[in-house]
């Protein structure tokens, strides 16, 4: 019985052997990670690429694939992508489905392998300023000796991307001189530009034998997502006129009430999203929240002091809080232009309509007819005689009916003890004439 149930283990382990030998390559745990780039590239997606990167580095994925839609977005957010790019131990393979354009070719051109889909385009790399114009040469010989360096790090021609930027470069068959290089996927494979065309990001992983790995799709967090919102270039602007306006509200309101709390959450919002992307250090929020703290202090000691600290601590804040000093100057310029023009809106023609600005706008006013006087007039005293308590010159002291009573002579100098008569009742003036 024992010798028999030996040749039945031994049976067993050599059929077990023959099965994980005929088993598929997927065996050995296979993991294929996706990391979407869509819209615009800025500091919030490099945070989100650096822990996609990460966490693929650490589960031993054998592919990262980058799925690139976008418009491209912020130069020194690429550059930042790229260099974490550079950096990362995993091989990064960048499907453009469909877009790879300006910063979001800088990008593609940092993967090991680029695939487009068949409407895939990549280029027009240009460098241009917050107001749509062209920048400075200076800005797009440093921007086209990165697309040079990028073509170089994944072993490709720089000359085609040195065409992405450069309008003034013609290369016979491919962009005409004035015109920005654009790939299609056709030529970019022409042009090793790429390795190939897939109609779909699952058509890729099966081409490049991975359909039976596991297929981990990497997606941004919630505050990832969040900080990517509040960093973009067109809502800062907005965020923080949002938060001027609140708080210039706020100055002309007693206590602390709703226009306070929605400017204090405007600037919150704007500086979470910019501790999460990286742009903020704790020490501008430190200086951030002093200048909270200062304008908080000013509700209880008046005097205006406090609050200007105050102000003055939040706008150095929010100044080196932003990607670039330039543009957070220009972006908190506009929200204080917006703060004034609001105010002056609401002021002028809304002052007497919103029902929130009865608050903050004085619409009663003190006059005679609503029963409210400066002085209590005396008419009653006019007719009546009295006697000089002091000598009048021509201001003193008189008597009426045992009450002293401040008066003026109507002429000249009375003396002490003569006799007077009230001739005019004017508020607290009190004009009497001498009696003979």
Do not use: C
């Not at 091989?91 to 090991?112: E, H, K, R, V």
Request: glycine content about 10%.
């Amino acid at each position: 019985m024992k010798f028999t149930g030996v040749k039945l283990f031994a049976v067993m382990v050599v059929l077990l052997s023959v099965f994980s030998l005929v088993q598929p390559s997927f065996a050995d745990g296979q993991k294929i990670y996706v990391a979407p780039v869509k819209k615009e590239v800025e500091r919030g997606l490099a945070a989100f690429l650096d822990r996609s990167i990460e966490e693929a580095e650490e589960n031993g994925a054998e592919k990262l694939i980058l799925d690139i839609n976008t418009p491209g977005g912020a130069v020194t957010a690429a550059e930042e992508i790229a260099e974490i790019m550079a950096d990362a131990e995993v091989d990064i393979i960048a499907y453009i489905n469909p877009n790879a354009l300006s910063a979001g070719s800088f990008i593609a051109l940092y993967a090991q392998e680029i695939y487009m889909s068949p409407s895939g385009k990549m280029g027009a790399s240009a460098v241009i300023t917050s107001t749509g114009g062209d920048a400075d040469r200076k800005a797009q010989s440093a921007w086209l000796a990165a697309m040079k360096n990028a073509a170089e790090f994944s072993d490709r021609d720089p000359r085609y991307a040195e065409a992405m930027v450069d309008q003034t470069i013609e290369i016979e068959g491919l962009v005409d001189e004035g015109e920005l290089l654009t790939f299609t996927p056709a030529e970019a494979e022409k042009y090793d530009y790429s390795e190939g065309t897939y109609e779909s990001l699952d058509a890729l992983i099966s081409g490049l034998g991975y359909e039976n790995a596991d297929l981990v799709n990497i997606e941004p967090t919630f505050t990832e997502n969040l900080a990517r919102f509040v960093t973009n270039p067109i809502v800062v602007p907005i965020l923080l006129s949002m938060a001027s306006l609140g708080l210039v509200i706020e100055l002309y309101s007693p206590g602390f009430g709703i226009a306070g709390s929605l400017g204090l959450g405007a600037l919150l919002l704007f500086f979470f999203g910019h501790l999460i992307a990286g742009l903020a250090g704790m020490e501008v929020l430190i200086l951030f929240l002093i200048g909270i703290g200062l304008i908080i202090a000013e509700i209880f000691v008046p005097g205006g002091i406090l609050g200007i600290a105050g102000l003055v601590a939040i706008a150095v804040s929010i100044l080196l809080a932003g990607e670039s000093v330039a543009f957070m100057g220009i972006a908190l310029s506009v929200a204080l232009l917006v703060a004034v023009i609001g105010m002056v809106i609401m002021v002028k023609f809304l002052g007497k309509n919103l029902h929130l600005l009865k608050k903050i706008i004085l619409s009663d006013s003190t006059n005679t007819e609503s029963g409210y006087v400066s002085n209590v007039n005396r008419h009653e005293l006019i007719g009546k005689t009295g006697t000089a308590r002091t000598a009048l010159r021509p201001s003193g002291t008189i008597i009426i009916d045992d009450e002293r009573i401040d008066a003026v002579s109507e002429g000249g100098y009375v003396n002490k003890d003569q006799q007077v008569i009230v001739v005019k009742a004017e508020g607290s003036r009190i004009v009497v004439r001498e009696i003979d």
